[in-house]
């Protein structure tokens, strides 16, 4: 009895060793990161490892401000978000009530289609979209980033979907009987009944967005257009002649820094948005 | 006796009724459809509708300024030749070769201790978990200094171990493992899905197990792994098909433009995407880069049709009647 006791008791502590040593490698590249955003240059790559700086450079802060357009590439990137979000959230949720709720001729194989294009390689569909907004007059602008999100995500219709198939059809029949139309169905009773689900996939696509680095860097050029993808990385291959590593983990900081934030205080809807679309990475 | 026109029929009172379903029908095609109209553009325009279009520059030679021009078969004869582009496949092969088992692996080991219930378990999942949400950029940035062989905190202990300390990021032979790192050090999504499956199988079948007098690891050949065998497929297609596309991480550590002619020392981080991006918006090449957007489409897709077609042999559905 005492040997399995014990055995338990090894086994627990190996496990907390092993899950607090993976804690421990996942979080000192963030202290890292801010510790360096706080140091002057030539302290930053140094042997051994300086992990606490000294002395503490606030004005770092300050200074970026000057070196970079860090308001501008903010703004930028909080446009995009935005309205890329608001785009997505409205379209999916208009086609997944469709495809939950209501029966017509096509609805299947409607939903079949756009539902096998959640795998499609992103890379196929690159040269043709871009070659469309060209002949638009669109390059150099935030519309490729934001229109083709006002036309669905397939993930996030299958998710809503799924969720919109939970709410019971009493309530929608008690509106029908009652008068009222699908429109005002699903803009008064289905979605404030999605609240959960909506902020899944608010939060799932704030971060997308905010993160996304390929789609601005193949559409947007000129500087004072750039988001903070961009801008963090024009940074790091700015030739200045000086050394301008600490800027460089200042705007670091200052774009991870809301994405944690956001983390912290919508953990269960992310970890609900990855469990339920199991699709990224 | 007369009928009150208050009084219908039976065949008048089924006719309405039919009239009555008709309308209902007609009212919830038009809205049905009303609701989907922006998703099936999208679909259109912007997903089904290039990848066809795709396909047809690919056989035509187009830079933007001129109209696209038939070409034959001219951009697929070039590519078997083009040095760069074979590259650029050893390179990605070597990726998903090393990325895939490692990550899946590594993720369903975690996910499994995870699904422990020691004291503050919720704190080391938050924690695991946050390195996925950083942007492909900042943890590029993070890592160009975590990965440096002279000043990095890799290194740190080899060196002062006196053990041969690798060069991670300027070795041509240690850039697609460096690449592997950063991205084992964003599992937490793998993680967290692996999890859920794992804590969902049923109690019951862990008792049934007991009692038959399976121990610890019978348990996990018998019970866990074929319960979660289908999120394992799952995760194996999703991981594949994400691991031929790297771009961001290689991009911000060794390019510095679109048209950059080298991508880390010896081509050593020449990504499949990255050279593919370099012939599209750095050359604008875009019926040769439209080519090798389909041969990699192609691959992809056979590669999951065959997953698919193998999962007979491993996966298990609880359909077929097998458990309770």
């Known amino acids: ?281 | 006796m007369q009928s009150s026109p208050a009084q219908s029929t039976p065949a008048a009172q089924t006719e309405r009724g039919l009239r009555f379903f008709q309308r209902l029908s007609f009212e919830e095609t038009l809205f049905g459809w009303l609701f989907i109209v922006p998703a099936v553009l999208g679909l259109l325009f912007f997903r089904l509708g290039p990848v066809f279009a795709s396909f047809y520059l690919s056989f035509t030679k187009y830079e933007i300024i001129t109209a696209p021009q038939w070409i034959g078969f001219a951009n697929y004869t070039k590519l078997i030749k083009d040095a760069l582009w074979l590259r650029s496949i050893e390179v990605t092969l070597w990726y998903v070769v090393l990325f895939v088992p490692l990550s899946l692996t590594f993720a369903y080991a975690v996910a499994l201790l995870m699904s422990r219930n020691v004291r503050g378990i919720t704190t080391y999942r938050t924690l695991w978990y946050l390195p996925s949400v950083v942007p492909v950029v900042a943890s590029a940035t993070i890592w160009r200094w975590g990965l440096n062989p002279e000043f990095g905190p890799i290194n740190y202990p080899l060196k002062v171990l006196g053990l041969p300390a690798p060069r991670w990021l300027t070795d041509p032979d240690w850039i697609v493992p460096s690449i592997v790192f950063i991205g084992l050090w964003g599992l937490g999504n793998s993680v967290l899905i692996f999890l859920a499956s794992i804590v969902s199988v049923p109690r019951t079948f862990y008792e049934a197990a007991e009692v038959d007098g399976a121990n610890g690891l019978a348990r996990f050949r018998h019970v866990t792994l074929p319960l979660t065998s289908s999120i394992i497929f799952y995760q194996l297609i999703v991981t594949v098909i994400n691991s031929f596309q790297v771009f961001g991480v290689a991009y911000v550590l060794f390019v510095s433009n679109p048209s950059a002619s080298s991508a880390g020392p010896n081509n050593a981080a020449l990504f499949y995407v990255l050279y593919m991006f370099r012939n599209a918006f750095g050359y604008f090449r875009n019926g040769y880069a439209s080519a090798m957007a389909w041969i990699l489409f192609l691959v992809v897709m056979l590669l999951t049709i065959f997953l698919f077609y193998s999962q007979r042999r491993w996966v298990y559905y609880e359909t077929e009647g097998g458990g309770s």
């Open chain 1, 1 to 281: 009895m005492t040997a399995i006791r014990f055995r338990q008791t090894v086994i627990r502590f190996l496990i907390h060793l092993t899950l607090a040593g993976g804690s421990a490698f996942m979080l000192v590249p963030f202290f890292w990161l801010l510790s360096s955003s706080l140091k002057a240059p030539h302290e930053i790559f140094v042997f051994p490892p300086k992990w606490i700086p000294d002395p503490v450079r606030w004005t770092n802060y300050r200074e970026v401000f000057e070196v970079v357009a860090v308001v501008r590439y903010t703004t930028n990137t909080m446009t995009v978000t935005v309205f890329s979000t608001l785009g997505v959230i409205l379209s999916s949720s208009m086609a997944a009530y469709s495809f939950a709720r209501l029966r017509f001729k096509g609805r299947d194989i409607m939903f079949g289609l756009i539902l096998s294009t959640v795998m499609l390689p992103y890379v196929v569909t690159m040269i043709p979209v871009y070659i469309l907004f060209t002949r638009l007059g669109w390059i150099g602008t935030f519309l490729p980033l934001i229109v083709p999100d006002w036309f669905g995500g397939p993930i996030t219709i299958f998710l809503l979907r799924q969720f919109f198939r939970t709410i019971p059809l009493e309530l929608e029949d008690a509106a029908r009987i009652d008068g009222a139309s699908r429109p005002r169905i699903f803009a008064q009773i289905i979605l404030p009944l999605s609240r959960s689900a909506l902020t899944v996939v608010l939060v799932l696509s704030l971060l997308y967005n905010w993160n996304d680095f390929l789609a601005p860097l193949i559409y947007l050029h000129k500087r004072d257009m750039f988001t903070l993808a961009l801008g963090l990385n024009a940074l790091q291959h700015f030739e200045s002649g000086l050394d301008w590593t600490h800027y460089v983990m200042v705007l670091a900081t200052l774009m991870v820094l809301p994405v944690i934030v956001i983390y912290f205080l919508a953990q269960r809807a992310f970890v609900e948005g990855i469990v339920l679309t199991g699709l990224k990475g």
